[in-house]
Each structure stands twice: as C-alpha cells, then as structure tokens.
C-alpha cells in the first residue's frame, strides 16, 4: 500500500471561467485543458477545518502488489457487517482494513467465471455479484448460493424496492426477474434490448438503463428512451446515479448531465468532449466525476478540483467509485484503487503558500491566527488561508524563533540577522550583534511578566530592561549551563527557565541564574522545550519527558524505561482533554496526562501511547524542534506542529469524535483442528475438538491499525481479556459445554464497543463424557459397590462386635499411657512444674513474638543460695523438700502470661512479660518472699535465700542470647554476695 499526500493545488473560482494547472501548451493539450475548467462560484469557510478540499484528503493506493487480485477495480461495495468488496477481473476480494481475502471460480462461492463485474449489496447481509459467462452468485454472512446465469457478461445488479433483480447484460441490454421466494426468481424477461453498462432506481421508484445508445427509463413492461438535448441521439452512457434530491446524475461520451425528470441540466458545459465514466454525489452533496483518461474531478460549492497520475492517481482511467460508512471516498481505476480520506491532521506546505517547507517555528497570535517561521521565510495563516506575513525582503530569510510582545506585535527570531519586530506587515530591525546580541543565531524568544526582553542565542543569553538596559548571561560570567540556548519559558512565580544544549537553568527572583542537574536521568542534556503548571515543570529533552517538582525540586521523568519508544523529544504541549502530546524526528506522540504524572511518580511501570505521522495527514513525521516555539496549544484547542514538510494542525476534539465512532465487529474465520468451519451453519462441535482458533476484525478503515480489541469467551471466560491488536483467540481443551464467544473493539482511549455478531457454539462430549453414559457408569458402579458391601457388612459387623472390646481396653490403656508420657515430657517430677524442655519450647515461641514486635520479654535464672549445704548439713531429703518448698513459692507468686520452670537441681527460671521495670519488681518480691519462707526440717539453723539474674530480649538475636545474658547475670549476683538480683546492662 502507497501513502500518498496529493501534490496539487486547489484554486478557488468567482463568477468567470477560470484555468486549474500548469501552463501547458494550448495546442497540443486542448482537450486536457478543457477538462482543467470550470465555472462555479466560490463559498469558502473561514477557519483551517471549515471546508475539504482534495488536498486535505490523505490518500492510500493499493494495487495488485498489495493483495488485490487484479488492478483494475470494477465496481465496490460494502455489506451490512462492515466489509469492502473490490470486483476485479480476477475475482472479487474482500478488504477487512488489513487484508485481502478473494473469492475466484470455486464450488464454495458458485461464480462460474473468474471475472466479476458487478457487486449490490442487499438487505439481509447479502452481497450479488455478477460477471464473466453471465456468472450470478449471493453471498449470505458465510454462505454463497448460485443464481441461474445470465445470457452474458453481467455489468451491473440491480435489486429494487420490492427485491425484484434487474440485470445490466453485455451485449444484450436490460433483464428483468421477479422475485418469488427467498433467492428465488422467475425467468428472464428482456425489457431492453441494448448493450447496458449500468443502472440506477429513483427514491419514487423509476429505473434508469445507461447504455451504447442513450439513456432509457426501463419497467417490467419495457423501456423509454430519453434524449439529453445538444449532444448525438445515440450517445454512449456509461454511468447514471442519483443525488440527494433524486435527479439522476448522467456520465457520457460528452460530459455530465443532470436529469430532474423533465430536463437535462450539463454539469460542466466546458467537459463536453469528455468521456464520463462515473458520475457520483457524496454525503456533503460535492459532485464526482471520473474519466476515460484525465482522471478524477470534484465539483463542489466552491470550485472544482482534480487528480490524476500526476497527483497520486493509479491510473487516469476512472472505473468505479464508492462512499463507506465512515466516508472515506474509495476510486476504483485500471491501476488499483485510491481510498481518499480526510486524514486528522491538516497540513499547510508550499502548495497552499508556504514560503517554505521546513518550517522551524509557529506562534498563535491575536485574532486566532498563527505566524509560521520556516527556512525560507515568514508567513500568516489566518481563516484557512495562507497569506504572506511582510512584503518586505527581510520575511525571505531563514526563521527560527517567535514570541508575542505586549504592545501586539511579535518578536521574530532569524538565522543570520537577529531580531526583529513584526506587527501589520511591517518587518523592523531590533536586535543583532552590532547592538548588543552575543550572536545573530536566535533560537528562543520570550517578554516576561515584567515586560523584559529575553533573547537566547547559540552564543549566550540577553536580557534587556524596559529601559535598554543591557544584561549578558554566558558559562564563563554566570552559572549558565552552556551558550548555545534552545528554549525559554516563565512559570507563575515569574522564574525563567532556560534550557540549552548541557542542561536546564532557571533565573530566580533574586537575579539568580540556577543550574538544575538533569543528567541523573539517563544522562539528559539537551532540553528543547516547556510546559509549566503549578508545582511543576515538564521538559522535552533528549532522554525523553522529564517532570521537575518545585516544591520538592525533585527530577523524574517519562524516557525509554517508562515505556515511551524514542529517546529525543523537542516539544511537549497540553491540549486541554487530558492528553500530552510530545513532537519527534519520528512523529508525535500522544500520551495521557495522568499517566505521565503517575509513571513519573512511579506509581506505573510503563505508559501507553498513540503514535501520529505522515499516514494522518502530517506534512511529515519529522516534527522539527532545536528553536521554540515549535508547537503550540490554540486557544480553540487547535494544536499546531512545525514539520520538514509544512506545519501541521490537528483538533483533538475531531479525534475523540473518531474514537467514539460505533464500529462493525465481525468474525472472520473460525477454525477447529486446523479445519476452517462455517460459524453460521456449524455450531455444534465434534467430540474431542481440542483446538478452537476463532480471527475476528473491527472493520475500520480509517485507521485499523490503532484498533484494540478484548474477547470473552462466555462459560469459561469470568471477565473480558484484553488482546490489544491482536485479532485471534484460541482456545485449547475446553471440557463440553455451551459457549459463547464475545468481541469488542475500541480506538485508544475511546469506548468499548462489543460486537453484536457472537459465535454461539456446543462443544459435544465424548462418549465417556456423556452425561447419560456417566449416570449408567454411576449406576453399575453404585450396584456393585452396593452388592461388594452387603456381604462385607455381615463379616465386619462380627468381626467389629469381637474387636470392640478389645479396641476399647487398649484404646483406654493406651490414651493413659500418652497422657502420662505427655505430661513426664513436660513437667518436673520432684515439683510439678515445666521441665527445662517445656521452659526451652515457651522461651523460644514467646521469643518470636517478642522480635516481632508483639511484646516485650524477660528472663530471669533463680539460683538458692548455699544449696549444698543443705545436702551436706541435713540431707538429700531435706534438700529435695526445699526444693518442693521453692517450687510451691514461686508457683503460687508468678501469674500468667509469665511462666517459671525448674531448670535443673536447685536453679528455677522465670519468664516475665512486660517491661524490664515490671520485671525487676517481680523479682524484688520474690526475693523478699524466698526470705520470708520457713522450713521446718532446716530447724532455723538455715535461712533460705536466693540470687536472681535478670535479662531483657532487647537487641538479642535468638533465645540461647537471652539465656547465655540472664546467667551471666546470675553469675554476677552469686560474685556479688548473693540474695541479690543482678540485671543484664549491655544494652541498658
């Protein structure tokens, strides 16, 4: 497929005859000139979208080298599901927006010749096509059914109001059938016995024949001729439709007529020795003709305009011509088919007027109109029309920068010569190097709030004062980043920021100039343009889109990490709707605003993208930067972009119209095993298909490419599935069941639209997975079972009786010994309470919970003191007493949650909750109370007393660290005199 923006110029017409094209030489090309004139008068709008003109149309061309199975297209249509369909010679083809399908000489479609000619479209989804050897056929959503053959070459279909078929034969004339059952008619009866190429029905009804010789009004009784005055009797009609106020349009071997039911009116008289091939009224009422051989014309209210092969045409032979549903204007010629369509962007170059292409700057000035700086000069677009901005030589010169200036004229920065002012026409020298620039070289432009005069050249920055005064701000005398300045911009605190070739800098309030280091961010350098809002400064930079945050003067940004495709960025604008749109050498690049911030933030990972460029009507994807402004933001939301091929304006407003338009869903194809099957007939699946691929296409001709799609299969699918542009679902080893697959279609950002075309399908069971078959299995099965137990019953409930004695006694016994074994492990045997492996299990699970925050643990070892004196003095059963004694204490003075065990001979530890004050005055009174106690076998010739070593979990790693701490302070009370507490105090 070739992209082609037409290379023509649209001239706009008075009252008098006027000539479109070059100067050619008259006698040679007389006719050609002819068919270059015109005579209508001129009603032009006033704004850049007010009115289309062929230029504004993008163009596409596919030939046979891009899927069409022959490049002469004879006729198109399109059917109720959304689809296009080319006749061509070699068959019919079918366009889904990204492809090709033909449809030849094969049982499935019935054609018997490979030519087709003919294509109507009908109600029902239905599509009649006609052709070689008298060929009829009806496709019907998946199904084609053949017709009972014409005597000829069928050049055209017509079905009536009442369905009944009308057939436009080669070499014959005018058939007619009546309708009498579904795709049934009867045999044909000859209305017209002339060759015709074409007909046409009135909305009242009336059948229109265009044949070898003349218009004929045709019935089913027969036929009237009607002589268009002025012109031979037997003239050639090739084409004949009709217009919003259903007059008949008329094409001939002499021009373009208009018939109203009671005379002919010429179209053109000056195309009167011109051959019309098709004469057709699109939706804005704007008339088309095509030729035999100077290709397509178009009369409107406003002139004529043309194109042929010098302009993009494929071939100059016009053969058919057709409006879609989204009304793009589809030309069928001998070379391929042309779709004109009118592209998002508007585009102004040197054919409308431009001094030149590469346009490098472009400022919106008062009175909604722009000033366009480009290579060759300077000039004004203003209501639609490009005007020359100063009839003064200094406009002819290389432009680079514009800024508006409070007393309603425009500073104009140039290449060589300075700057000047523009105001009226009037082009005045200001500033240069002979008056106090650094260098001629300006790139950026800007009058602050206090009305000073900021000027950015390759070699430094000038500020002048309202008064002259003078100030240069260079690397060498300031903290400016570098010379060589690109942009310049004033947030709301009144600070300049400036960027250049190494860097950003920003101007503050106390006539500072900052620098603000951007590298950090993927080594950013150049910084090409603003966009301010409170809080923030957004930077187009050579690393993407950076976010500087003034309250936090914190640097993050929107590069290749965050999803965006391109590094270098020269311009970002805001189009008030939501959306940054960021300009590249590779087009523009359209993003959301809140996904900008939330990916600078972090709070995404990656950020979505639409992408624009020449395809959509841009001059070019080079969008030019290194001088600002080279993009701007129009009060009535028209954005506007310098491009190497003119200046390009878009009104995002026409794109979200676009986006919310309703489109057609259709599924293509469905295959199962690798089988093509037909998903209107064949909704019940084989047992055992395990691979079901279903293609699917939103049939949007205008940009398919942008379409994303989310299926839901329906039985096995809980939500939507998002596929992007991915056009294929598949599904593998789906049990049985009823399913139905579901498809919506969205352009980006627009809504969801779901198709309401649905594959409704039954996946069949294998035999084993039959229900009925399962509920037998499930029944023998049951019986057996049922039949396997009755004679088990009998034996176990014997067997159970003999047992259950003997499972109760030892169940009995055995439930004692665990609950003895049980409680051994765990309990002292002399004392009753927690042995040193229970205390070990509750230190290290309340340890756990200590570490994590969930309270604060203790641990204190109680050691009594000269124990083995009571051994030696009174005996080992004394000392086992004492040891009952100590136990029975500390089991009656600590509470729960805290937990005291005997540790081992006469040591007992202690696990305290709480703080380490709540733990120490525990202690304390077990100490007072282990004092207090009295034991009779000791004969007071024996004080009980005890040392205590405290501890605390903080800062321990483990709970052997909280042991290992509690008996090194245990040690330290016995090395201090004993009957004492002694605490850990390492961390204290």
Known sequence: ??????????????????????????????????????????????????????????????????????????????????????????????????????????????LIDAAVRALAPAKGNQLWVGGGRGGITVREHYSWSQQEPAKSLVNDILLDDDSNLWLAVEGEGVYYRQKEGENTYSEDRLVLNVS?????????????????????????????????????????????????????????????????????????????????????????GNIWLGSIDKGLARITLRGVDFIDTSSGLPNNRVISWFQDSEGSIWVGTNGGVMRLREAPFRNYS????????????????????????????????????VLVASEQPAARQSMLSLANISDQSVLVGTQRNGVYR????????????????????????????????????????????????????????SNLP???????????????????????????????????????????????????????????????????????????????????????????????????????????????????????????????????????????????GGSTPAAVSAKRGMLGFATAGGVSFILPTTLKQLYQYSLPIVIEDVEVDGVSINPQRDYSLQPGSNRIRINFAGLSYIMPERLQYQTKLVGFDDDWNYQGSQTVAEYTNLPPGHYEFHVSVRYPYGEWHESKTKYEFELQPLVWQRRDVQALLLIALVAGLTLLM????????????????????????????????????????????????????????????????LGKLNLAIIDIDHFKQVNDRFSHIVGDEVIKLMAKFLKESVSAPNVVARWGGEEFTLLIHGTEEQALALCNGLLEGVAKLHCPQLNDEFHLTVSIGLANALGCHDYQSLLKRADHALYQAKNSGRNRIEQYHEFR
């Not at 003349?214 to 439709?241: C, F, H, M, T």
């Not at 002979?434 to 900021?454: F, I, T, Y």
């Not at 900008?596 to 020449?614: K, M, T």
Request: aromatic letters at 12%.
């Open 350 to 385: 040197a054919l409308e007027g431009l001094e030149g292409n590469f346009v490098r700057t472009l400022l919106n000035i008062p009175g909604d109109r722009f000033l366009v700086g480009s290579s060759e000069g300077l000039n004004l677009i203003e209501d639609g029309k």
């Open 790 to 853: 009755y004679w088990r019953v009998y034996a176990l409930k014997k067997r159970q009786r003999d047992m259950a004695m003997q499972i109760h006694t030892k169940t009995e016994a055995l439930r004692e010994q665990a609950e003895r074994f049980e409680r051994l492990s765990k309990e002292d045997v002399l004392t009753g309470l927690y042995n040193r492996r229970a205390f070990d299990e509750k230190v290290r699970r309340d340890f756990m919970l200590s570490i994590q925050g």
């Open 482 to 624: 570098d010379n060589y300045i690109i942009a310049l911009s004033e947030d709301r605190r009144g600070r300049i920021w400036i960027g250049t070739a190494e860097g950003v800098a920003v101007y503050d309030r106390r006539n500072r100039i900052l620098p603000i280091d951007i590298s950090i961010f993927e080594q950013a350098q150049y910084v090409f343009g603003f966009y301010i809002e409170p809080g923030f400064v957004w930077m187009a930079t050579d690393r993407g889109l950076l976010r500087y945050d003034t309250i936090a003067n914190e640097l993050t940004g929107v590069g290749k990490p965050e999803g965006l495709p391109i590094d270098k960025l020269f311009q970002v604008v805001y189009d008030r709707m939501g959306s940054f749109w960021l300009t590249s050498n590779r087009g523009i690049w359209k993003i959301s605003y809140v996904e900008a911030h939330r990916a600078a933030s972090g709070e995404i990972a990656a950020i979505n993208f639409e992408h624009f460029g020449d395809e959509d009507g841009m001059g070019s994807s080079q969008a030019n």
């Open 1 to 110: 497929m070739k992209n082609l923006l037409f290379l023509l110029k649209l001239r706009y017409f008075g009252f008098s005859i006027c000539f479109l094209g070059l100067s050619m030489q008259l006698s040679r090309y007389y006719d050609g000139l002819k068919w270059l004139m015109c005579s209508i008068a001129l009603l032009y709008g006033t704004s850049i979208y007010a009115a289309v003109s062929m230029h504004d149309y993008f163009a596409d061309v596919w030939t046979s080298h891009d899927g069409l199975p022959h490049n002469s297209v004879n006729a198109i249509a399109q059917t109720e599901d959304g689809y296009l369909w080319f006749a061509t010679w070699e068959g019919v083809a079918r366009y889904n927006g990204k492809s090709f399908k033909l449809f030849s000489r094969d049982p499935e479609t019935g």
């Open 422 to 477: 523009w105001k009226s026409g009037l082009m005045t020298p200001l500033y240069n190097k002979d008056n106090g620039l650094p260098d001629n070289e300006v790139r950026a432009l800007l009058e602050d709030s206090k009305g000073r005069v900021w000027i950015g050249t390759v070699n430094g920055l000038v500020m002048f004062e309202q008064d002259g005064t003078r100030t240069v701000f260079d690397e060498h005398s």
């Open 196 to 284: 015709t190429a074409h007909l046409t029905q009135t909305r009242s009804g009336l059948i229109y024949a265009a044949t070898r010789s003349g218009l004929y009004r045709v019935s089913s009784e027969g036929a009237q001729k009607l002589k268009i005055p002025d012109i031979p009797e037997n003239v050639r009609v090739y084409y004949v439709s009709i217009d919003h106020r259903d007059h008949v349009l008329i094409g001939t071997t002499n021009g373009a007529w208009r018939y109203d039911g009671k005379q002919f009116t010429e179209l053109l008289p000056d195309l009167r020795t011109s051959t019309i091939t098709v004469v057709e009224e699109d939706d804005e």
